[in-house]
């Protein structure tokens, strides 16, 4: 019979000498952090990794399972114990590849933001911005900024405003 402090629930993977009930705990905890990671990816950037058949399933499983709360902390905790059997690393560097290409677009999209409101506020960043991405439509971009400035005057719903966004983007976007 088990004593109170036995807690392997039928596997072996703490029976390693020397790790404390402390070290096994947080090595459980980050597979378990690991597991809500993926599963709080898009199903499209999941695809992207490389997972075997039954971590695959048991991701597409947590979808289902998100509205039910407690179903999905269990769920979470069982994506823990198959991450136990897996190499590791490779999934980590695919999630932190991932991420930096998500922090990459963010910055990208800032900039194109950053770049409309200058556009919009300070009539020589046209100039500039025309130097830095010399494949713009001039005409049309200077169409799209004094609307914009119309529409920001008189307080209208921001179509130009938009449509500069729309405009600008793919010049800085490829760059």
């Known amino acids: 019979m ?3 402090t036995d807690f392997t629930h039928g596997d072996d993977w703490d029976v390693e000498h020397g790790k404390s009930k402390t070290q096994v705990k947080k090595e459980m905890t980050a597979l378990q952090k690991l597991g809500e990671d993926l599963v709080s990816l898009s199903p499209a950037a999941r695809a992207k990794l490389d997972l075997d058949d039954e971590l695959k399933d048991a991701l597409a499983l947590a979808d289902k399972l998100s509205k039910k709360h407690e179903a999905l902390r269990r769920h979470i ?3 823990g114990r198959l991450m136990r059997t897996r ?3 490779p999934i980590e560097r695919a999630l932190a590849v991932l991420r930096n290409t998500n922090q990459a677009a963010t ?3 800032h900039l194109v933001e950053t770049w409309r409101d200058k556009l ?3 009539p020589d960043a046209l100039t500039e911005f025309v130097a830095a991405f ?4 001039v005409q049309q971009l200077r169409a799209l900024i ?3 400035q119309r529409e920001q005057e008189k ?3 921001p179509k130009a405003f938009r449509e500069l966004f729309q405009l600008i983007k793919p010049a800085i976007l490829e760059d």
């Not at 010399?134 to 439509?137: F, I």
């Open 134 to 137: 010399p494949d713009v439509d």
């Open 146 to 148: 004094r609307n914009a």
């Open 120 to 122: 919009i506020a300070n």
């Open 107 to 109: 910055r990208k999209f």
């Open 2 to 4: 088990a004593d109170m």
């Open 87 to 89: 190499d590791l690393e």
């Open 155 to 157: 307080n209208l719903p």
């Open 77 to 79: 905790q069982f994506i």
